[in-house]
């Protein structure tokens, strides 16, 4: 695994239309180093594989095993954008509210406007800038299929 990309491995259910369906595995990423005592690793193991409509380049089809990697800087960017600019908007959007009434109730308004601002400016954002949504890359690792244990 390469320093700067996040990886999982999948394999490919379905080709069709220049998409393929892949099933990817529910354990966790290991890219940060937590391993085995990953949080989100622990709530994800015994689930069924997610399967994610991804697309598709190459002579990949239905049985190959594939890598599905993402720069991490990108989904850095793209959590910046979905996590912290929304937070910070609703307490900007809450001070302005506490500014021009004083109330309880403006400073709520102010607040869900602020988010839901922070929502549609994030939307038409990664709708302007096609950098800002990360897109995963499918890597072939090999072509013969072996089902994962929890589908």
Not at 73 to 95: D, E, K, N, V
């Amino acid at each position: 695994m390469s320093a700067n990309m996040i990886e999982h491995r999948g394999v490919v259910q379905r080709v069709e239309a220049g998409k393929a369906i892949v099933a990817m595995e529910t354990a966790g990423c290991s890219s940060c180093g937590q391993g085995s005592s990953c949080g989100i690793g622990k709530m994800a193991s015994g689930r069924p594989a997610t399967l994610l409509t991804l697309p598709v380049s190459g002579d990949i089809k239905a049985g190959d095993f594939v890598m599905i990697a993402l720069p991490a800087s990108r989904l850095t960017l793209s959590a910046l954008l979905g996590y912290l600019f929304p937070a910070f908007a609703m307490i900007f959007g809450a001070w302005l509210g506490s500014l021009l009434d004083g109330s309880d109730g403006a400073t709520a308004l102010g607040a869900i406007a602020g988010f839901l601002g922070a929502l549609a400016v994030a939307r038409v954002a990664i709708g302007l800038v096609p950098g800002l949504m990360p897109a995963p890359q499918l890597i072939p690792i090999s072509n013969q299929s072996t089902a994962f244990p929890k589908e």
